[in-house]
């Protein structure tokens, strides 16, 4: 069974870093595009950012451009998501998606081409 879990999730301040991490196990990772989505209380899902199963293509939301950096190591079955910069505006439950089809090019949770989505991990934002 595809299994993702995220971790690096916590409380922080206004300002301050993040990373959080996406673990994949049982499939073939570097066949996968990974994604990243968070969610706020009483939000929709939303995309934050994409990276292709080779690592060579990035794409991220307009709201989190130039903030988020994310990295992935297809040796670890990881996927990395750098955070800085943080505001209360990006605290949610962050998850993360893989995709076996499709591409990066738009971030859209509601896709179908996202198969298999983690449990989340909360990121606080304190002003």
């Known amino acids: 069974q595809v299994q993702l879990v995220e971790s690096g999730g916590g409380l922080v301040q206004a300002g301050g870093s993040l990373r959080l991490s996406c673990a994949a196990s049982?499939?073939?990772?570097?066949?996968?595009?990974i994604g990243w989505f968070r969610q706020a209380p009483g939000k929709e899902r939303e995309g934050v950012s994409c990276?292709?199963?080779?690592?060579?293509?990035?794409n991220y939301a307009d709201s989190v451009k130039g903030r988020f950096t994310i990295s992935r190591d297809n040796v670890r079955n990881t996927v990395y998501l750098q955070m800085n910069s943080l505001k209360p505006e990006d605290t949610a439950v962050y998850y993360c998606?893989?995709?076996?089809?499709?591409?990066?090019?738009?971030?859209?949770?509601?896709?179908?081409?996202?198969?298999?989505w983690g449990q989340g991990t909360q990121v606080t934002v304190s002003s």
């Open positions: 998606a893989a995709a076996f089809t499709g591409l990066c090019t738009t971030i859209q949770a509601k896709s179908a081409m996202w198969g298999y």
């Open positions: 990276i292709s199963k080779s690592g060579g293509t990035t």
């Open positions: 049982k499939f073939t990772f570097d066949y996968y595009n």
